[in-house]
DNA sequence: TATATATGAAACCTTTTGGTGTCACGTCAA
DNA sequence: TTGACGTGACACCAAAAGGTTTCATATATA
């Protein structure tokens, strides 16, 4: 069983990388731009973006000399999807489905 | 800002510990049988449950001489809620539709 | 053309991580 | 009480991770 989903939540684990999202939702950025915003150097960005990429997190186009990276939010589809199969055993959940199955006539939503 | 969501994308990081949660997604499990699920040592197999609870993931209750562990699938809340935020970025429409809206009255170029 | 800019990539270093083996300790049963 | 059982904790190890510096290369621009 090759685990698919590694490479994302590799991705994921580290708090770099995840801010680095956070600010490709608000737009899209060159390796520098991102790298103005950490007191790193760029080349340590650039090893983040890399692992990224490799979670399919993030997309990278040519513009002149100019890499920008770009969100790629779906990348995060196999792990939210995993993460679904766990919804059953929230104890919140479990009162919803119990209250949704006691009021099966009368929903409140 | 400490990150408190670390502990937590750190615990899920790992295949073993991916692995584990969904075993005792199953049934709570002592460490022994935990152990015998996997082809590495029961120290190393420790080792994982204790990167769990520090993540908030499973509980542990002693009974005799023995540790049960115990999913606690409620700890994820805070991975899901990270990840909710993204959301918005999923359908591709959606976010042209933003790039529409924040482009009406404040181009960006 | 000459030079500055933006990036890629490699070598290197330190810390963390995932694994091992060993031993001590509390608990259960004969 | 005496073992066997289930576990915790430690020392140790190799590999991976996160960072640095340095240099090469492609693209803009004066």
């Known amino acids: 069983m090759t685990d698919h989903l590694q490479p994302t939540f590799r991705a994921l684990a580290d708090p770099t990388r995840r801010?680095?999202?956070?600010?490709?939702?608000?737009?899209?950025m060159t390796i520098a731009q991102v790298s103005d915003q950490f007191d790193m150097t760029r080349?340590?960005?650039?090893?983040?973006?890399?692992?990224?990429?490799?979670?399919?997190?993030?997309?990278?186009?040519?513009?002149?000399?100019?890499?920008?990276?770009?969100?790629n939010a779906a990348?995060?589809?196999?792990?939210?999807?995993?993460?679904?199969?766990?919804?059953?055993?929230?104890?919140e959940k479990l009162a919803d489905l119990k209250d949704a199955i006691e009021n099966k006539d009368t929903p409140n939503a």
Chains 1, 2 share one sequence.
Do not use: C, S, Y
Not at 19 to 28: N, Q, S, Y
């Open 75 to 91: 990348g995060m589809k196999p792990v939210t999807d995993w993460l679904k199969f766990f919804d059953q055993f929230w104890d």
């Open 19 to 28: 801010a680095i999202l956070h600010m490709l939702g608000e737009r899209d």
């Open 43 to 71: 080349a340590a960005v650039k090893k983040h973006l890399t692992v990224l990429k490799e979670g399919d997190l993030i997309a990278v186009r040519t513009k002149g000399r100019e890499r920008i990276n770009t969100l």
